[in-house]
């Protein structure tokens, strides 16, 4: 039973939350809502659940419209940033508050209990309340406490965000083994574009209360439409540069002034181009401190500071154009502030922008997306 | 300026502990050189607030010193001690200016006004507090509150060290990079000891020169950044440094040659040396684990396939162990059985935990 | 945020309006009644205009003068509370151990006079501060200074100011010491290290912190003892002559003694307003600064 926004609009005295939102949710694969603070994720969520009414638009559940019912009347279990569960209760007896409400028969509730909590690992804590417990139980419960509903829509705004990086990975991994065991609708919102990329299923890109573009999430990483997508789908943030085409043959303009600018070996997509400006992007990976391909562009810089995560190495570079790029490296690799630096493109991987930002060229090499196993 | 060095040092909540998980910090004795930049890292309860109280003086160690420049501080009060502090939640003073808040640790050990005045412009300008100084300290956003915290420390030409307790934790995620950033670029000018305490790897590694790994109240390593990623000395860092964290498998051990499941590893080592008994388990990072579809190496039943985009991560199965791999965007994953290759320098080997060498 | 509008809501307002009515509106409206008209008794009442009301706020008039002096009263006693207890409150918060048995008993000793009635209040007093047969007027006199509040003007005021102050000072107390609690302790070690003085930890933390609970406090504590009249009508009877009739006290006098209706009817609706517009003045005070707050 699918979800359906048709053309929904929400305004806030003089602000516009969401501006002509459509889109169709299935249950089976999670839906994801990606986009930065304040893309309208949580206002999108509110109407779903039936906390807010939009100004302009119509939601439909399963054929029917239910743009006025309120959220008692609708079948809606949500799970939020914060880990609220009822702190008198047992973990138990918090799984199990709803289906009480409900009025199940105590051996139902047991066994559907009993269910939600091995899912989620929480076979060993029944008998704790909720604050003897560590973050990531908390919110194992409150999800628990969701799923155990059967509710048609299941709504989670962002529910790992509080949680250590170390938990935030193992619930990344676990969450999509529950998606696909319940009939409920998951809607799942992130800021983050790895945690999209993790839950598989589709996303969703927003962007200033617009959805920029909903597709698989590897289609979305692989073939954005346009910049906004491109630049919502990674982390960090993709690098841009103006591109000229013309005559078959096409050049980077990567200092200060317009006028210098860099010939490179365009692949046959970008040759083809109409000549013009264009925009390329190409992500942080694959920017390489030594040349891969005989074609690469080298590109010299300062590096600004060097990020360190547990296994892997992000250089901001600033480039002698004035440009600041990001190089994501594999592995760690110190390198002291200030040293000069030189970094390779490779222009098989360009993504091409026209001037209205939409993608006209995609990298050739990642076109086959192998998708889920 | 100072030296920071704990002997012995170790600290239990309860009056005479006998079990292991009544110490808080477990005996351990370390040196910190002036002017480094260190960073406590760990789960939460692995003890790393503990010994940062125990450093700023909050807690009185149970056992052992902590010396200061070879003085020992054990005893003496915080503010006998030199140090400053950046806390989880940032501390201002509401009613005072940017420039009063600034002044404030000089106007109370009575600097002259002048001195005064030069040294709170100069700590302005290291973190680009100047146009605010005449601002209320009331209204400013967290980031620029953490940065007035972080002057209040730098002002004083007294202080040794100063401590950041979690200070990222309520500032906006694109700016955190942003003051991360200038953290380490004021270490770089100011040349005070800097120990930043964290639950965070990026963070950590990101700050500091050498991080300690805090695990169940035990340094379980001290180590550069790299360090800790090409040579975990525990089996926890493995897990914890690195996402996904390394692969740790149970394993019988013969010479050079190990035994994992019902398949044979050869190591680059012989292993002679290691002590008889004890638990012997293998690690290896998924980084370094080559997915095949035949050769030598460890035959398994592929499970799920994540593609994040610029990696797919590979969560194989092997005689019921769980072990994950890394693979290029581009690799194709075979969806049945593969071979696990993994690079024979990078295996790690450990003995109840702890890295064979 | 969205909601859907429907007029029918308003019914659900109804039962609380009616309740308002009843115990709010009608009442007062009996005494806007009152308050323009004028009686002979025997249940005659004829339309007397502003009349009152002129004569009321008419400073020179009988009734004027009485009325100024009974306000100027009030206001001398709110003041003079205010000035004691706000800051032996803050003492006696800044003071309260922070935690253990200590506290337990703290809390509950001062708790104690909150928990009393008035006239228990009053009646405790009245027998405490007597001279020839009460524990505190007996020692002052005792120690040789002349002390009897039946009949000198300043011990009458002694004595309903200390009742005042004893019954009520704890309140601020538990106020500022709850708003002293909700300071992190990250606080006070920041000062600690930034080498600040008691006095400035207080200055630069504690007192900044506290002003919103303050606010409230002197609010609370204002209204309360503008309004006062039971303890100091037990204790005195608003004497002696009339040193410690405060406004209420005088609006009975002339309501039930002198069942001047028409008199008390205007002064009521006078102290009411002068009330609210108190109220309201304390409210915008605290609402601008907050916005101010939000506004930074």
Known sequence: MPIELQRVSLRVGETDHLRDVSLTLNEGAVNVLLGPTLAGKTSLMRLMAGLDQPTAGRIVINGEDVTGRSVRKRSVAMVYQQFINYPAFSVYDNIAAPLRTKGLNRHDVRRKVTEAAKLLKLDGVLEKTPLQLS?????????????????????????????????????????????????????????????????????????????????????????????????????????????TVGGGSAGLHLAADDLAVTGFEAPPAIAALPTGSYTVGFRAHHVTLLPRTRSAVKVTGELAVAELSGSDSFLHVDTDGGERWIALLSGVHEHPPGERITIYLDPARFYVFDAGNNLVVAPSLAISSAGRN | MARIELENLAHSYFVNPQHPWQWALKPMNMSWKQGGAYALLGPSGCGKTTLLNVISGLVTPSHGKILFDGRDVSHIPTEARNIAQVFQFPVVYDTMTVAENLAFPLQNRGVAKDVMASRVRQVAHMLGLEPLLGRRARGLTADLKQKVSLGRGLVRSDVGAILFDEPLTVIDPHLKWQLRAQIRRVHAETDVTMIYVTHDQTEALTFADHVVVMYQGEVVQVGTPQELFDKPAHTFVGYFIGSPGMNVLPAELDGNQARVGSHVLSLSTR???????????????????KVARNGPGLPAAVRRVDDIGRIKIVHCEMDGMAISAVTGEDDEVPSDGVVLVPESTRIHLYRNSHRVE | MQKPIDNRAWFLVAPVFCLVAFNAMLPLMTVVNYSVQDTFGNNQFFWNGVQWYAELLNPGSEFGGRFYAALGRSFAFSGVILAIEVPLGLMVALSMPKRGAKLAICLILMALPLLLPWNVVGIIWQLYARDNIGLFGWTVNAVGIPFNYTNSAIASWVVVVLMDVWHWTSLIALLCYAGLRSIPDAYYQAAKIDGASRWLVFLRIEFPKLQRVLTIGILLRFMDSFMIYTEPFVVTGGGPGNYTTFLSIDLVKIALGQFDLGKAGAMSIVYTLITLSLCWIFYTAITTRDNQEIAQ
């Open chain 2, 271 to 289: 292993f002679d040396g290691a002590a008889p008994g004890g638990t012997y388990e293998i690690g290896i990072r998924p980084e370094h684990l």
């Open chain 1, 135 to 243: 973050g990531g139980q908390q919110q194992r419960t409150a999800i628990a406490r969701a799923i155990v509903k059967d509710a048609d829509l299941v709504l989670l705004d962002e529910p790992l965000a509080n949680l250590d990086y170390k938990l935030r990975e193992e619930l990344r991994v676990e969450l999509p083994k529950i998606f696909g065991k319940t009939g409920s609708i998951f809607v799942y919102a992130t800021t983050e574009p790895s945690e999209a990329l993790l839950l598989g299923g589709r996303t969703a890109a927003m962007h200033e209360g617009r959805i920029a573009q909903f597709d698989d999430t590897t289609e979305v990483y692989r073939r954005p439409l346009n910049r906004i997508t491109a630049q919502t789908l990674s982390d960090p943030p993709m690098n841009f540069a103006r591109m």
